[in-house]
């Protein structure tokens, strides 16, 4: 079983709507959980953490279940520029695994 | 400069040349990463250092070598590479404390294509 799996989309939604998906782990010990933004042939960067409390950061929505393992991030009012691979992260010490990624493709 | 600078950002190479990477952080971070990144896989972590030793090798060929002279730079050094090595290659930093979170600050990487 891979350690951290997500459904690779691709999420097509027009503008404003609101797109969600999950992304499931395997190891119970993991300790801190993100979601990375990355754009076709660029680095991956910090989109948000992942809070156990769950946490917002604008349209972003994200929460944690630890009992069943997953996290899911929720993207209100969709825009052109939120069209992206959207890639969970664990972490587990100073070791991240990183889902293949949820591609999601906001058109007009 | 800021943040996490790598070069080159193309590079190709035949399987009998050797060539290196080099990566470097502004950030005064403590650990810093390589990862190879092939087309439509997940990140796959290569290794680590933390406060300049080597503290990962996620059995990596050893046609890949891995330099970390100082908390600033990283290199990672190729020699007599395979086509199937082509990939995105990412360095990352970050700063490994108490707090477990660990989040990480990547450079734009080098593309890489062997032939």
């Known amino acids: 079983r891979k350690e951290v799996e997500q459904d690779p989309g691709p999420f097509n939604v027009p503008e404003g709507a609101t797109v969600a998906f999950n992304c499931t782990y395997s190891n119970s010990a993991s300790q801190s959980f993100f979601w990375y933004r990355q754009d076709c042939r660029k680095e991956p960067k910090l989109l948000m953490s992942?809070?156990?409390s769950g946490n917002e950061d604008g349209r972003f929505t994200a929460q944690l279940n630890r009992a069943s393992q997953y996290i899911s991030l929720l993207i209100r009012d969709s825009k052109l520029s939120d069209s992206a691979t959207y890639l969970c992260v664990v972490t587990r010490s100073y070791k991240l695994s990183f889902g293949a990624g949820t591609t999601v493709t906001v058109r007009a | 400069e800021t943040g996490v600078t790598q070069t080159p950002r193309h590079l190709v190479m035949g399987m009998t040349n050797k060539k290196s990477l080099k990566c470097e952080q502004h950030l005064g971070h403590n650990a810093m990463y390589w990862y190879k990144q092939s087309a439509k896989k997940p990140l796959e972590l290569m290794f680590v250092y933390s406060l300049e030793e080597r503290v990962e090798n996620n059995s990596v060929p050893s046609r890949f070598s891995p330099e970390c002279p100082n908390s600033s730079h990283l290199f990672l050094h190729l020699h007599t590479l395979q086509p199937e090595d082509s990939a995105l290659y990412l360095c990352?930093?970050?700063?490994?404390?108490?707090?477990?979170?660990?989040?990480?600050?990547f450079g734009p990487g080098t593309r890489l294509t062997v032939t």
């Open positions: 992942v809070y156990s």
């Open positions: 990352a930093s970050s700063q490994e404390g108490t707090s477990g979170t660990y989040e990480q600050y």
